[in-house]
């Protein structure tokens, strides 16, 4: 039974990998792309984690897996909001350059 839960899990993990890396190629501009990379990546590294919690059992290595869930859950989409929000500066100060007027091509 631990056995089905762990690789249901695991399977469920790699599909959102999966998922996010076709969405990463496959949508139109940064924004889109980096929202597929947020939210695929950080769920797929919580559905993996949670079945090395699971096939561990309840133990000192689980406990490290917990820690290292809630750094993912944090930090992955920090980073991904300060990058879009970097492009989104990026695109509007090249804007500002080229005359274009607000939000008029960005």
């Keep these: 039974m631990k056995d089905i839960v762990v690789t249901m899990f695991l399977f469920g993990g790699l599909f959102f990998f999966m998922v996010g890396t076709l969405g990463i190629i496959r949508f139109p501009d940064v924004f889109t792309r980096a929202h597929s990379a947020s939210k695929c990546d950080t769920l797929g590294a919580v559905l993996c984690l949670c079945s090395l919690i699971v096939l561990e059992g309840l133990n000192m290595v689980s406990l490290k897996f917990i820690l290292i869930l809630i750094f993912v859950w ?12 970097a492009e989104y500066t990026r695109q509007a100060s090249l ?11 960005i």
């Design 95 to 105: 804007a500002k350059i080229n005359g274009v007027k607000k939000h008029e091509d």
């Design 74 to 85: 944090t930090a992955n989409p920090t980073a991904t909001h300060l990058i879009a929000k």
